[in-house]
Structure formats: C-alpha cells, structure tokens
C-alpha cells in the first residue's frame, strides 16, 4: 500500500476506535442515571451492577484508542496531549476514580464510604462525555498552537509542539460548537445508558423509570446535536492543497465534504436514522431492541463525523494560531513502515472482537435481577 | 545550549516517576498471582472439590481489591508520555508509540474481557471455559508487561531505527530489532519473574499470619505449598535474569553500571562489592575514596560485565575523561560531536542549495550517535545520581538472595509438614511481604534512576523530553496525583485487610 492508502486505513481505524468508544460510553450514561433511576440501595445495586460489568471494556477502548492514535498520529499525540493539558488531565482523573469505584463501593471498610464512590462514578459519566466532546469539536473548530521542528536546535526553548493559550485546553469549553457537540454527546450516552438498562435489567419499575427519562435526554440531545451539525456545516473549513500541503480557510468546507464524499454522507444519515430508532423503540415499545439500533446509530453517526474532520484535504487537528501548523493525516503520521507494521497488528482486530462478543454473550443469558444480585458474592 | 527550564523538569521527572512508582505497587502482584489463582482454579475444575474453590475465590477477590487501583494507576501513564514529555513523544513517537498500541489491542483487551468473565462467571458460564478465563487472564497481563517492556528497553537501548531530518524525528527500520534486543527480553523475564516473587511473598506471607493466628489451616498450608514451588522457581530465575541483565547494562550503559556498582577508577579484575558504604561527598572530580568500607568478592564484577573475569570495567572518571587505551571517547569531546550533529540539522533544514543539504546530512550521520550530548550544559551532568542508583542495586540483589533462602525453607517445612511448629519463620514471611514491594520499586529505581540524563540512550536527553507547560501546572497536577493515589492506596489497603481477616469463606478448616 502507497503511504497515503496507510494513512487513510488508520484513519478509518482511528474513526472506528473513536466511534466504539463513544457507543461503549453508555456505561459513563448509565452512571449518571443511577441516582435519578434508583429510589433504593438494592435498585442503586442492580444499576450499578448491570453497567458495571462493561466498564473495563470502555476503559480499555479509551487507553487502545490513545495508543493507536500515539502509533499511528505521534504528532497529534505529542501536540494535543502536552498542549491541552488541563482537557486530558481533567478526563484522565475522571477515569482514575472511576476504575476502583466498582470495585470498591460496597466492600466493607472501603474508607471513603459507597456515596463518595457512587459520586465518583457520576463524575466520571459527567466530565468524561463533556470533554471527550469537546475535545472532538476542536477537530473542527482547530486550537492554538505552534509547531516549529527547528526549535531543536535552539537553546532554551526546545519543544517543538507548543500551545500558546495559558488556558491549555480549557479555552475550548467556552466555544460553542465545541460546547454543543459535548453536551450532546453527555445526552447521547444516558440516552444509551438508558436503553442499556432497559435491555439488560429484569425489573418492570425500573425499565418503566429509565424509558420515561429517556424522552426528556432524547429532546435534549437533539437540540445540542442538530445545533452541532448546523454549525459545522455552515462554518468555514481547514483545507489542505493537495499539492503543496498549504493549509487554507474554505467556506463551507464541512457541508462540501458531505457533497464530496457521499458515502460518508450515508454513514451519517443511517447513523441518525439508527439513533432515532433505537430511542423510539425504547421509548415506546419499551423493548430491549433498542440499544442496537441506536448503539449501531452512534458508531456510524461518530464515525462519519470523525471522517469528515480528516477526509477529502481536510486538516484533522487544525491550529488557529498559526494554519500552516495544522496537523492532517499525512503531515501527522508514522512513517510508512511503522504504519505497515501496525496494519498487520490491526488484523488482529477482528478476532478481538470475536472473543469480546463471545464471552459477553456467555455471561450475559439472563438478565440482572434482584436475586441475583444479592445470591452473588462477587457483585459489586 | 543553557537555560533549560530545569524546575519544569525535574518536576515533570518527579510526576513521572510518582505515578510510576505508585502503578508498580499493584502490577507485579497483578502478574504473579494471577498464575497463582490460574492454577488454583485448575485443580478445582480437575478434582471438583469445594476446599480448592474457596481457595482460588480467596485469592481471587484480593486480585479483584488489588487490579483494580492497578487499572486506575495505569491509565495515567499510558497518556503521560503526551502530556508531560510532548517532545520525547515527538521526537520517537514512531517507534515508541508501537508496542503501547499493540499492548492495548493484544493484551488488555484480553486481560479485561476475561477478568470479568472470570469474576462473574460462576454458575453463568461452563466451568472449563470459566477456568480458561483464568488463564487468559494471566497471559494477557503478561503479555501488556511484555509490550510496555519493549518500549522500556528501547528507550535504554535505541535500535532499528533511523532519524529523519525533515520529520525532526526517528523512524522505525526494523521492528524485529526493536521486539527482540537483548534489553528488551532480559527486561522482560526479569520483570515477569520479579512479579511472579512478589505474588509468591503476598501468599506465603497471608497464609503465614493465618497459621500463626491458628486460622484456616488447611487453607494457609495449601496455599504456601503452591506458592513455594513457584516462589522457589521464580527466585532462582530472577537472580538468573538479573545477572544476563547486568551483563547487558554493562554492554549498552557502561555509566549506569558503573553507577550501580559506585566505581569511580575502572580498571581490570574489578572486585563485585557484595556489601559496602559509598563515600558521602564523593564526586568525580576529588580524590576521595570510593568507598567507606567495602567487602568485594575478587574479579567477580570484571566477570559479570564481560564474562571474563580479568576484563577491563570502566569507572565514572574513565567515562568522563575517557580512555585512550580501551577507545573510550571523553563526554567533552562527545558534547562537540553532538553540537556537530545539531548544528548540520539545522543547516540540513535552512538550506535550499543540494550540496550544502547533502554535506550537513552527512555530518549529522556520523555524529548522531552523540546527538543528545550537545545539549547537556556540563560534563557531570551525564552522570547519575550514584549513592541511590548504588544502594537500590544492592538491597535488590540482597533481598534476591534472601528470598531464595525463604522460598527454599518454606517448600521444605511444606513437604515435612513442619510449618505450624517455624513460628519464627511464620513471622518472617509475614514481614516479608513489604521486602517483596521494595526490591520490585528499588529495581526500577536502578533501571531509571541509573540511565539518568537520557530518556533516549545518549539521543534525547530528559531535559529536552518536556511539554512546553509552566511549573506551576505540572505543580499542580503531581499534588493532585499525591492526594488521589494516597487516599485511594488507603482505601485499597484497608479494603485488603478487612478481607483477609474475613478470610476464605466457608472454610471448614
Ligand atoms: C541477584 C539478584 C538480582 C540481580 C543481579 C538483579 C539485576 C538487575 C539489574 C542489572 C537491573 C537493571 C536493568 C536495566 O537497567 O536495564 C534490574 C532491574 C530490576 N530488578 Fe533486579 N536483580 C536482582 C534481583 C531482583 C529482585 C529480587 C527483584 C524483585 C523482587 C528485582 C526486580 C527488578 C525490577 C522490577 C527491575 C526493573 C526492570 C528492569 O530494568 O528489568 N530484581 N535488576
């Protein structure tokens, strides 16, 4: 494969990472939802535990999403990473205390008590979708900063990849399409969250309870995403010159990517139509179908988003401090052996989610009910 | 080259090696036990019987309290080498950033999938595939140590790679050579091993206090009986690995080995101190003695560096001054040859006309073996911190020692059913717990400490490795990773010991 064809598979891959990871994140959705959903400690417990047996997948899918993208887009990794801090700092601490709340919650002598790690796990699903999203959006609203190879050779001053807001990163929550895209994809996950429950937990009150919230996240999340999708497709774009790899301002370079490239258009329009589906079925029909239309939805809504940001000349990771620092995928790959390399590792891929599939299916026969729950000396 | 930034450094190296630290606690015991807890569960699938199944759950839920913080530690390093050394991860992102992915892709996928399969799956799935979960469990978190591994040994041993000028960065040329340098594997089998030594403490040391407190005995002594084997096993190959790991220290980082061993003047048939003080205030450029005291087993270091034991080892002031006689070039010489090598970068870069590009191409080629050296601001600062690199090499080796002597006794007791009557022996395993976690961190303390001033082996030196980010930030993060991991060790701790005393379920006993 040419150079260029390897930068576009690992885009894709990256895309599909990114998309799995913010399907997977209905465990960050359900976690937000336990307090409004639970009216009892053994209803908390049937949540927490139904969720609970999916958050190491989402969490493993956050850190393989991060070592990818450091494999296959170092400078995007040694850029966005160093130069917004406080974003991924933020995010990262969030997942730090989610990773032992499960676990610890209910044993005994668990020093912080079951209320401080329940409100850590809140945390986690609040911080975590915001600024994932947030994050995403700068894909299109570009971030400032600079990257001169040269200071390398200068005395002092040697970082190549440089942010030059003091705010490094948090200045991006107070754009809107950022702002938007984030909160909908927080709606966006208790809406899966929801439909989660409804499919995975044995318990009429419950299910009843999580589908009427639903609706309230549902209209939410569609004022934030349509809101989102406006203003991406009415703002102007980072292109590339396929030439000469100048980066430049296009007006409605997003909307001309749709129109360009059609196929994405269709991932994007069966990814909405799956979401809308998914939410209705659960909504009305109350049925445990629901999670697959819109879990589906949500892969290809995200994967056609993160297409748009990279594909057809356009700068993934653009900087408006200085547009010629912008980052595409062909100015911020590995080289083409290690991207070789890497694309045979990623056949591996297939037969990871073959046993994934495999022995989630094994555990989960029967749905979570109360007996269970009580009757299982491993439950969190 | 001056005015490094160099509190935003040493910060950076402190968050770093805090984070670092603090995940190591959890993951050899993450490694080891849970072969320990595979092989249990194996002999309850094989003979049926409730005792070995309360045995393995036991363990299994001190697994669970322990991988847990595992996890929570982990995820900060994975994204730390972006956040805080954005340079180092421009600058070999392309091979470095490798084997994280296929750690990712290859092993913690399968770690997590089958960890939950394994806690969650009595009564739910097939007692074989539930036993083979186990399993999967321990190859899959030895196989994550595998990859991370491989990224350590590369940084201390740069291989199969090549710098790019017009990326400003080095470039992967052969991934075979990356996955399979000695460093690499010794760096590997002497990590596993490690964890595997820590487990068997950790089972023998619980099951000890079980004895002494006249509790589950039938548990305790059949819980030590398969950690002594295993412990015993373990020990002997970590002092194996850890000699084929001194050996290649002293092939590729003849200054951390001579750091690790305190000598100043090298010279030939060195003398391997077994125990000794170094000199305080000793520095390269006095004349004091090495040591206060030391006792030295004769010719054994020549030996051990070169497997010929009247070999030539160089000390600290050889590596400085260098050596004529034993083609050793002086650290001043090699800060020339790497202003060399930075300056034809940047004339590489600047220049437009073909032959002034070709000519600094080619004197950027022979001097990159020295590239990171024109950056450091004086000689002495390619020398690591002695006294500490010196004594955490010492202790580690000690202990390695002693816990062979420990594994060693306990499997005898085991076989001669004699453990109830060692009370003094129970209470050292006991205290040997901790012993297990100190050689394991003073272990890395050798590893880092001793290749100090490189993040990249004699190319990247840690004070160009930073993100460009104030003090104050990195500051402020690190006493945010002090409290977090502080308060959540606490609760790990005392989670851990409130199940321990509960102790195994159901025991009859
Ligand atoms: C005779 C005994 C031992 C010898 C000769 C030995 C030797 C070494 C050497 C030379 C290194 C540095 C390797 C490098 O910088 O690349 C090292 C590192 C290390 N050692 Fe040991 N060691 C011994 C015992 C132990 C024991 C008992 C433990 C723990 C239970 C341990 C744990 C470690 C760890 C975790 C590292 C860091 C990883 C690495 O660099 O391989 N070692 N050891």
Redesign the pocket.
């Known amino acids: 494969m040419s150079h260029l064809a390897l930068q576009q598979y690992w885009w894709i891959i990256i895309s599909l990472l990114g998309s799995l990871l913010v399907f997977l994140m209905f465990v960050q959705g359900g976690q937000t939802l336990v307090s409004q959903l639970a009216k009892t400690s053994i209803e908390r417990k049937i949540l927490f535990n139904s969720v609970g047996r999916r958050w190491d997948i989402t969490f493993t899918t956050l850190v393989t999403f991060g070592g990818a993208f450091f494999a296959s887009f170092p400078l995007f990794y040694s850029t966005s990473f160093g130069g917004a801090y406080w974003v991924w700092m933020l995010i990262l601490f969030s997942f730090i205390i989610q990773a032992v709340s499960y676990e610890y919650r209910t044993k005994p002598e668990n020093f912080l008590g079951e209320k401080t790690y329940n409100t850590f796990l809140f945390i986690n699903g609040l911080v975590a979708t915001i600024l994932i999203g947030i994050v995403v959006g700068t894909f299109f609203t570009g971030s400032d900063f600079s990257i001169d190879k040269l200071r390398l050779t200068e005395s002092g001053n040697n970082i190549i990849s440089q942010w030059e807001g003091p705010a490094h990163g948090l200045e991006a929550a107070l754009n809107l399409t950022n702002l938007s895209l984030g909160l909908a994809i927080f709606t966006l996950s208790r809406i899966l969250g929801a439909l989660y429950f409804i499919n995975n937990v044995d318990n009429k009150v419950l299910v009843h309870r999580a589908s009427h919230l639903m609706k309230f996240c549902s209209i939410a999340f569609l004022v934030f995403f349509l809101l989102f999708t406006g203003l991406i497709l009415t703002r102007e774009g980072f292109a590339v010159n396929p030439e000469t790899q100048e980066v430049y301002m296009e007006k409605y370079k997003y909307l001309h990517n749709f129109i360009q490239m059609p196929v994405v258009l269709v991932i994007f329009l069966l990814g909405v139509v799956g979401v809308l589906a998914g939410i209705y079925i659960g909504a009305f029909k109350k049925s445990g179908k629901g999670i697959w239309f819109a879990g589906a939805g949500t892969i290809l809504t995200v994967l056609s988003i993160f297409l748009l940001a990279g594909f057809n000349n356009t700068a993934f990771y653009p900087s408006t401090y200085d547009l010629q620092s912008s980052l595409t995928i062909q100015n911020a790959s590995s080289s083409k052996y290690t991207l070789t390399v890497m694309s045979y590792v990623s056949l591996l891929v297939p037969f990871v989610i073959a046993y994934i599939w495999y022995s989630w299916k094994s555990l989960s026969k029967k749905k979570i009910n109360e007996k269970d729950i009580i009757n299982d000396d491993m439950a969190y | 080259m001056e005015a490094f930034d160099m509190s935003l450094v040493n910060w950076s190296r402190a968050q770093f090696a805090l984070t670092a630290m603090y995940h190591w606690i959890f993951v050899?015991l993450t490694l080891g036990l849970s072969f320990i807890i595979a092989f249990m569960h194996t002999r309850y699938y094989k003979t049926g019987s409730e005792k070995w199944k309360n045995t393995t759950k036991f363990w299994m839920k001190l697994f669970g309290i322990n991988f847990a913080i595992g996890v929570a530690t982990g995820i900060i390093l994975e994204f730390e080498f972006g956040t805080n050394w954005s340079n180092y991860s421009w600058f070999v992102g392309d091979i470095f950033g490798a084997p994280l992915a296929i750690e990712g892709i290859m092993a913690f996928f399968l770690e997590s999938t089958f960890i939950a399969v394994m806690f969650f799956g009595w009564n739910r799935v097939s007692k074989k595939f539930h036993m083979l979960s186990s399993w999967f469990v321990a190859f899959g978190s030895n196989l994550s140590a595998l990859w991370i591994l491989v990224a350590n040994?590369w940084m201390?041993n740069p291989v199969g790679m090549k710098f790019n000028p017009d990326s400003a960065r080095n470039e992967m040329e052969n991934f075979a050579e990356v996955l399979f340098s000695p460093?690499a594997i010794?760096?590997f089998l002497?990590?596993i091993s490690?964890g595997y030594?820590?487990a068997s403490l950790f089972v023998i040391g619980i099951s000890a206090w079980f004895i002494l407190k006249g509790k589950h005995l039938e548990f305790a002594k059949r819980s030590i009986l398969v950690a002594s084997v295993f412990g015993l096993l373990s020990?002997i190959f970590?002092?194996i690995t850890?000699?084929s790991?001194?050996h290649?220290?002293a092939q590729i980082?003849p200054m951390?080995f001579a750091a690790?061993e305190g000598i100043y003047e090298g010279g030939e048939g060195v003398g391997l101190t077994t125990i000794g003080m170094v000199t305080p205030g000793k520095r390269y450029d006095n004349n004091k003695n090495d040591f206060v005291f030391a006792l030295k087993a004769p010719k054994m270091l020549s030996y051990l560096a070169n497997r010929n034991s009247n070999s030539f080892v160089p000390g600290i002031n050889d590596l400085i001054d260098g050596n004529k006689d034993h083609n050793i070039i002086p650290i001043s010489e090699r800060m020339e040859f790497g202003k060399l090598a930075i300056n034809a970068f940047k004339e590489y870069n600047n220049s437009e006309d073909a032959e002034i590009k070709e000519s600094a191409l080619k004197t950027l080629e022979e001097n990159y073996q020295h590239f990171g050296y024109g950056y450091l601001p004086d000689k002495k600062s390619a020398i690591p911190n002695v006294p500490l690199t010196f004594y955490s090499?010492h202790i580690?080796?000690s202990?390695?020692?002693f816990?062979i002597v420990l594994f060693g006794a306990f499997l005898f007791f085991s076989v001669k059913q004699k453990i109830e009557s060692k009370k003094k022996w129970l209470k050292l395993a006991v205290w040997s717990i901790p012993l297990?976690f100190l050689?394991?961190e003073?272990?890395?303390v050798?590893?880092e400490v001793?290749?100090q001033p490189w993040t990249i082996q004699d190319i990247l030196p840690t004070m160009v490795s930073t993100s460009h980010l104030s003090t104050s930030s990195v500051q402020v993060t690190f006493w945010a990773f002090v409290a977090l991991f502080t308060v959540l060790l606490i609760a790990e701790i005392k989670i851990m010991l409130h199940q321990i005393k509960s102790g195994p379920k159901n025991m009859e006993d």
Do not use: Y
């Open positions: 050899p040994a201390q460093t010794n760096k002497h990590t490690n030594v820590v020990s970590v002092v850890g000699d790991s001194a290649n220290v980082q951390k690790m090499f580690m080796v202990l390695g020692f816990f297990g050689a394991s003073l272990g890395w050798v590893a001793g290749r």
